[in-house]
């Protein structure tokens, strides 16, 4: 399996491929996660309502400007990929593949606030009380967490889930920690289907002088 395939193949095999199923986890536990967790906590096929992604932005909230957007769809159909967004290529194929590695520029450090739009579709069944928790962490720390309700997804339907992210205010000194250590910035997002975990997804951060 390549690991320098596009953002568009990711998003097409990031729900499924091959993964490590652990215990099932509840929202309260995922909240209570004070480090990345090891592996996957649930396998692809825990996906049952075939929830796939298509696009994704992000956008500073305060000047406007876009920080990232690509659409999936159109980058399978062109084969360019996204020069932010890669695989891990020192990882195991099939983790590589659930995780997404982001090199943002060093001037990201100091939003204050973000906006991220994304685009995803849901199968023949209806996906009540969809719900997103994201847990950032730095060098095995939790630095932020965030949690986010969709609500109700009507089956077969293409929707738009725009969130608003309050960054955490950086020292100087942390803003020279995070550059200097390249991936050591992570995140899990957890998706839930009425307090079932469905999706696990993982992603790695570094910022360098663009």
Known sequence: VSTQSTWGHFLSVYFFSPSFALMPTTVEEVLAFTKPTSGFLV????????????????????????????DGDKEIESGHPSPIATHPADQDPEIALRTIRYNFPQTFLKCKTIGTKLVFSVGDQPVPNFRMVERHYFQDKLIKSFDFAFGFCIPNSTNSWEAIY????????????????????????????????VMHNKAEYSYTQQ
């Not at 075939?50 to 000047?63: C, E, G, M, P, V």
């Not at 309050?166 to 050591?184: K, M, R, S, V, Y």
């Open 43 to 70: 396998p692809l096929s825990a996906n049952i309502y075939n929830i796939t992604f298509h696009s994704f932005k992000i956008r500073d909230i305060d000047s406007g400007a876009c920080i990232f957007e690509v």
């Open 166 to 197: 309050d960054l955490p205010e950086l020292t100087g000194e942390q803003e020279a920690e995070i550059i200097a250590h390249p991936f050591a910035t992570k995140s899990d997002s957890f998706y839930f289907v009425d307090g079932q975990l």
